[in-house]
């Protein structure tokens, strides 16, 4: 273990897939293909949700501050990991860990905002449709989406400026593939029991009220569209909803597993999948999901296609 006499080491190793070395090269090659996939599906969403006059409601102004979200979400940590994945020096530096720190979080904690926010649209619009315009107005839609990038930024301000402070007695060598709170807290040495129990609390605010507020709005989703007499009625009112639900299972299933247990629990291996998935793997899928499931979205992107085509 190396050891350094300064308050904070000038850069961190990060020893990543050190024990599987026959990882890096395959996961190399997946996030080279994956991120220009993920920011080029992403963009997309948001083009078309700008352009087509047919996809100006809530629900899709939400889904392009999703698609911005995820875009800002992997560029935090891709380059970094495709840099150390292609290098023998496998390093960032302290400034480049907190700059890291700061917007991982920022997006972690407002994606599940967001996604919370998006569920609570959606039962608006199924369970209130008489109601649904007055309800989300363009103010308030502006208002909602202002407190969670706000609520996400607060969070990731203050969780990280407290594990910062922590002691790291000289020691440089961080056990993941990049820069995470609770890694950082479970290799600092010293008291750590208020940092774990400060950011336990954080996360049930951040990732386990956001998850009971969208399950209890598919369980009133659930219930209404179980009412609704034609089958046709029914399939459509599944189908706008199906596609936000798997982006949610995918997003915070491994959240869950990764905040909601204090850090000295975490096995050696779990935070780099964790965050492989959360941070790479759902910002990837979720343009294919909300696009093949919904009909406007291919409707759109065919428009737009079609329209750049024509253009040449």
Not at 83 to 95: A, D, E, F, H, M
Request: hydrophobic share 50%.
């Amino acid at each position: 273990m190396i050891l350094i006499n300064k308050s904070h080491p000038e850069e961190f190793i990060l020893l990543g897939f050190a024990d599987h070395p026959w990882l890096e090269s395959p996961l190399f090659v997946i996030l080279l293909i994956t991120y220009p996939m993920a920011m080029m599906g992403n963009i997309a969403i948001i083009l078309v949700s700008r352009l087509d006059p047919r996809l100006h409601s809530p629900m899709y102004f939400f889904l392009t501050n999703l698609s911005f979200l995820d875009m800002c979400y992997t560029t935090s940590i891709v380059p970094q990991m495709l840099v150390n994945l292609g290098s023998s020096k496998k390093t960032i530096s302290y400034l480049g860990c907190v700059i890291q720190l700061y917007f991982f979080h920022l997006m972690g904690g407002t994606e599940c905002l967001l996604l919370a926010l998006m569920s609570l649209d959606r039962y608006v619009a199924i369970c209130r449709p008489l109601h649904y315009t007055i309800i989300m107005n363009q103010q308030i839609c502006l208002l909602l989406v202002s407190i969670v990038w706000l609520s996400g930024m607060t969070y990731a301000v203050s969780e990280v400026t407290v594990t910062l402070q922590l002691p790291l007695c000289g020691i440089n060598k961080l056990d993941h593939v990049l820069c995470e709170m609770p890694v950082l807290i479970k290799m600092a040495c010293g008291e750590k029991s208020a940092n774990e129990l400060l950011l336990s609390v954080a996360c049930i605010f951040i990732v386990a009220v956001p998850l009971c507020l969208v399950l209890a709005s598919y369980a009133c989703i659930g219930q209404a569209v179980l009412k609704i007499n034609s089958s046709e009625g029914r399939k459509k009112a599944f189908g706008t909803c199906s596609s936000h639900l798997i982006v949610v299972l995918l997003f915070f299933g491994p959240a869950v597993s990764m905040y909601l247990q204090p850090p000295t629990s975490i096995t050696r291996d779990q935070p780099k999948f964790m965050a492989l998935f959360y941070g790479v793997v759902t910002p990837t899928l979720n343009p294919f999901i909300y696009t093949l499931r919904n009909k406007d979205v291919k409707a759109a992107l065919a428009n737009l296609m079609r329209g750049t085509s024509s253009y040449k």
